[in-house]
């Protein structure tokens, strides 16, 4: 298992509270960056004036919620796929959304998997640790990617 | 001959024709060749006979110059050989008989005593002959001979042979004008016969046919000629006549139809309300107009002319008086409509005013007749009509607007209903949980239990939420109808069910190849609903079935999802597709009350119908169709039908 | 026309020799040898080559001591001819070469005979003879008396060696013929 952190995109701090405790009963472990709104995320993965060193390379997986402050979540995921450097970064959309217009603009904007927070928290916990499974675990992401981060390190 | 001739047929005259032509030919042919045989014959007899004599008279020169009759007797001897040769005898030079031959003696008698001149001689019978006997250009003698001529036996023979050539001859042309009657005469009686025809059925499409390139072909090719000339003369003459007898009908008909039209327009004038006016020929009025004078005021001096036009609503005036020019100089009809002066209202009102010139058969105008019709009212109804028509649309585009506006709204509603409202109920439950495994070891058990129930409320609400959402997206949503496989769709999601709830075994059956023209989300959301329905309501049994298939009634083909399941009461049938109504208990099946109102929703979005059809504990039938029916408007409706 | 009359005269006696047996004028048989001596140079073909033109004259002989029969040949013979050939008559003296004659009439000396036809043997030259078996002396044509009338034998043997044709209608009327085919 990958030891990279997990980028959280959420806004909603009770969400925020509900998803580390989901991760923690999935014993996902992996340190935990958390963005308030678009802006930050996008500083976090692209870097601008507030760029540290500490950001300098990538998280694992980014969760990101789409409806966010100051900047959509539609519009970070644009960003994310427009950057070559951010190009190939794995997003999961995790939003409360049901809307299919989200639903077909998340997948055509190039999002790797689009969640829908449930209400009832053990479905949410389930779904979590499947998430975790999958991106931390199994996927395996293209040599282009780690010559990136690399080249960035 | 003149009775063969008076045969009348030409196939008599022909043969006839024929048979003495190749009589007379042959006959000539006869005599000729006759005559020359014989000449001939007897030319090779006299020649024969003379190169025996000679042969005679070269062997007996020495007999005769060394005066030795016995070697001319043996000489002559020699003739025996000869049986056509009677008698021969030799003279000396001096006419004495030196020595003779006979055949036999009644011949003896014949041979003359003395010689004679020389000379040939036939008849029938006989040959004779006297020629001198020569010895180096000198006369020694000469030589008598007597031979058979066989003239009358070649003569007869000749006859025979000729006789005989004639009969073939004359067999072969009798064939011969056979096969010329069929060439030349076939055709004539062809065409003899079809000229009776003719003369007997009055019939002149009938032609002959025409088989060669003769004479008769020619003959053949003027009779039909002929014939088309007098087909087209009578057919001619027939018309002519049939135009004359319609002529007088249509004549007395016009005669009538002039009478009774009299009668109707004396009859419309008088109940008319229009009035008529006349003008001359330049569409200039002429003195009396009563009927115009009491509707515009004028009188006989001001509507002289084109004075009439001063009637007319100035913003008119000019446009009429423009087409008016223009009609009169075409002497076409005219029709308008314009405001006209009305003195006994003082008012302008509309008039359809319309004129027709007369024209006399030269196609000069003699004058022109016109209406006037009086349509104000029917005008203000007209524009009224559009103004109100102008209105409505107006109106329509209005509510479209605010109608489009309302969808808006309700979809950023929807929109944050579903992203905002469901964010606490995530919190509640959350938190619930977590308090519960957090904190379990200071909770009582009822603290719990309360815990519980404030997060299955939660997910109640979430549930709700979702499915009001669908409900109304549903409504909203644009309509893609395409060709789809249910039995398909079906098979995909009672697969999920089967895979939600292994544990469970239900025995389902899909009819294959059930095709319907929709659109795919939706219908799928109505499968969706109906198949979970009957998953969830056949849970208590243990042997559950689910059943999609179709059926016919009166004519038009449903689909329907059939189970075994707990039904429900009839009576309650109505409220089945209302929102949040249920007709079970939710601890015994839980659910929101809202699957079965999306569903008809969708339903009658496609212009299609559902209804129910259930017994308690028996299960239920769902039927529904995609289509619009034409029947649907005044029919009954689809629930009471059930 | 005299020989004609002659002749006419000739044919008319015939018959009647006997009877007609007048001193005065040769013997009737002579008179008739004469006029068939004249008369087989009609059937006789002598070699070509011995003419020297087609008119050249066919030459009758006799020796002197036949003179009665050189005078009745000359009357013979007088103005005819044997086709285009005129004939003339030659009389001999005993010991005359016998050249440029056709005809030799030897008569019935039987010591002239042998001794002329020796002396001819091998030209062409018809000998005539006039004696008993006269054939066997080598002459070409005899003549001999039979019922009072001339007859006359032919030796084609003695033509032949002489080189002489002799017509096959002349032979028709010859009583014998020597060396004939068989």
Redesign the interface.
């Known amino acids: 298992m990958t030891r990279r952190p997990i980028l959280l995109v959420e806004d909603n701090p009770d969400d925020e509270a509900l998803a580390l405790r989901a991760f923690k009963k999935c014993n996902i472990s992996n340190e935990l960056w958390i963005a308030r709104d678009g802006e930050e995320a996008l500083n976090l993965l692209l870097g601008s004036d507030t760029e540290t060193s500490e950001y300098r390379h990538l998280p694992a997986v980014v969760l990101l919620d789409l409806n966010l402050p100051k900047i959509s979540g539609l519009e970070v995921l644009r960003r994310i796929r427009n950057d070559p450097h951010t190009k190939t970064l794995p997003v999961v959309i995790l939003t409360s959304s049901k809307h299919e217009e989200d639903l077909i603009a998340g997948y055509q904007l190039g999002a790797n998997s689009y969640v829908r927070k449930p209400v009832d928290f053990n479905e949410f916990a389930r779904a979590v640790s499947q998430l975790g499974m999958y991106w931390l675990l199994l996927n395996e992401l293209p040599e282009q990617h780690d010559a990136l981060k690399s080249e960035h390190t | 001959m003149n009775a063969l001739f008076a045969l009348s047929s030409i196939r008599h005259k022909l043969l006839v024709g024929v048979l003495l032509t190749t009589a007379t030919a042959l006959a000539i042919l006869g005599a000729i060749f006759i005559i020359y045989d014989l000449g001939d014959y007897r030319d090779r007899l006299v020649e024969e006979l003379t190169t025996q004599a000679d042969l005679i008279s070269?062997?007996s020169?020495?007999?005769l110059?060394?005066?030795?009759r016995e070697?001319a007797k043996q000489?002559l001897a020699s003739l025996r050989l000869r049986p056509e040769i009677l008698a021969a005898a030799i003279y000396?030079?001096?006419g004495n008989l030196f020595a003779r031959y006979y055949a036999s003696p009644a011949h003896i008698r014949e041979i003359p005593v003395r010689a004679e001149q020389p000379s040939i001689g036939v008849d029938a019978d006989t040959i004779r002959l006297f020629r001198p006997i020569y010895?180096?250009r000198e006369i020694i003698g000469s030589v008598f001979m007597l031979a058979q001529s066989g003239v009358k036996e070649r003569t007869f023979r000749v006859l025979l042979i000729f006789l005989s050539i004639a009969i073939v001859a004359l067999a072969a042309s009798t064939l011969l004008s056979s096969w010329l009657q069929a060439r030349i005469t076939s055709p004539i009686m062809e065409v003899t016969e079809l000229a009776r025809q003719v003369v007997n059925e009055r019939n002149y499409n009938l032609r002959a046919n025409r088989t060669t390139d003769d004479e008769i072909g020619f003959l053949i090719e003027a009779f039909n000629q002929m014939l088309s000339q007098i087909g087209l003369r009578t057919s001619e003459l027939e018309r002519s006549n049939s135009e004359l007898a319609e002529q007088i009908h249509e004549r007395s008909q016009a005669e009538k139809a002039l009478s009774e039209s009299e009668y109707r327009h004396r009859t419309l004038i008088t109940t008319l309300s229009a009035l008529t006016w006349r003008a001359d020929a330049h569409g200039d009025f002429s003195a009396t107009q009563t009927a115009w004078d009491s509707f515009t005021g004028q009188t006989p001096r001001s509507h002289a002319g084109r004075g009439w036009l001063q009637a007319v609503h100035p913003d008119d005036r000019e446009l009429v008086s423009q087409l008016w020019n223009q009609a009169c100089e075409e002497s076409v009809a005219f029709k308008q409509v314009f405001r006209l002066w009305y003195a006994p209202g003082g008012e302008y009102r509309y008039v359809n005013f319309s004129a027709a010139p007369l024209i006399d058969p030269g196609g000069q105008t003699m004058e022109w007749m016109g209406i006037v019709d009086d349509i104000h009212e029917r005008m203000q109804a007209t524009e009224e009509v559009q103004r109100l028509n102008a209105e409505l649309e107006h109106r329509v585009q209005e509510r479209t607007a605010e109608l489009e506006n309302a969808n808006r709204e309700l979809e950023s509603f929807s929109?944050s209903v579903?992203?905002?409202l469901?964010?606490p109920?995530?919190?509640i439950?959350?938190?619930s949980?977590?308090l519960i495994e957090d904190y379990g070891d200071k909770l009582d058990e009822e603290a719990k239990e309360y815990l519980d129930r404030v997060?299955n409320g939660?997910?109640r609400?979430?549930?709700l939420i979702?499915d009001m959402?669908n409900l109304s997206?549903v409504s909203r949503m644009e309509l893609v109808r395409r060709p789809l496989n249910l039995s398909e769709v079906a098979a995909e999601l009672l697969n999920e069910l089967r895979q939600s709830e292994p544990q469970r075994s239900v025995y389902t059956e899909i009819e294959p190849e059930l095709l319907a023209y929709g659109d795919s989300r939706l219908v799928r959301v109505v499968l969706e609903n109906l198949f979970s329905n009957a998953w969830k309501y056949t849970a208590k049994r243990d042997d559950a079935k689910i059943r999609f298939g179709q059926v016919e009634f009166e004519g038009r083909s449903y689909f329907f999802v059939r189970d075994n399941g707990a039904g429900f009461d009839m009576k309650y049938a109505d409220r089945l597709f209302t929102p949040f109504q249920r007709l079970h208990d939710n601890r015994e099946f839980p659910g929101t009350g809202v699957g079965l109102a999306t569903v008809q929703r969708v339903i009658r979005r496609h212009g299609g119908r559902i209804w129910a059809e259930s017994e308690l504990d028996k299960g239920s039938t769902f039927y529904f169709t995609l289509t619009p029916s034409e029947e649907l408007h005044h029919d009954k409706t689809p629930n009471s039908a059930g | 026309m005299r020989a004609v009359r002659i002749l006419l005269a000739l044919l008319i006696l015939h018959g009647s020799v006997a009877a007609a047996n007048d001193t005065s004028r040769p013997p009737l048989a002579d008179q008739v040898k004469a006029a068939f001596i004249f008369k087989f140079c009609s059937y006789i073909e002598w070699p070509p080559e011995i003419f020297s033109t087609p008119q050249s004259p066919i030459v009758i002989a006799t020796f002197e001591r036949d003179a009665s029969m050189a005078h009745l040949l000359t009357e013979t013979v007088r103005g005819r001819r044997v086709g285009e050939r005129p004939v003339q008559v030659r009389t001999l003296s005993e010991h005359e070469v016998t050249e440029g004659i056709h005809v030799l009439y030897l008569g019935d000396d039987t010591r002239l005979v042998r001794s002329r036809i020796e002396s001819v043997k091998g030209q062409p030259i018809l000998i005539v003879t006039d004696l008993p078996r006269g054939l066997e002396f080598g002459s070409g044509i005899n003549f001999r008396r039979e019922d009072d009338r001339i007859r006359f034998d032919i030796s084609l043997t003695a033509a032949q060696s002489n080189r002489l044709k002799i017509s096959s209608r002349l032979l028709t009327v010859a009583r014998q013929i020597e060396g004939a085919e068989p």
């Open positions: 070269l062997s020169t020495a007999a110059e060394f005066e030795d070697t000489t000396d030079r001096n010895n180096d929109y579903s992203h905002d469901r964010a109920l995530r919190s439950d959350g938190f949980q977590a997060r939660a997910q609400m979430g549930r979702d959402l997206r």
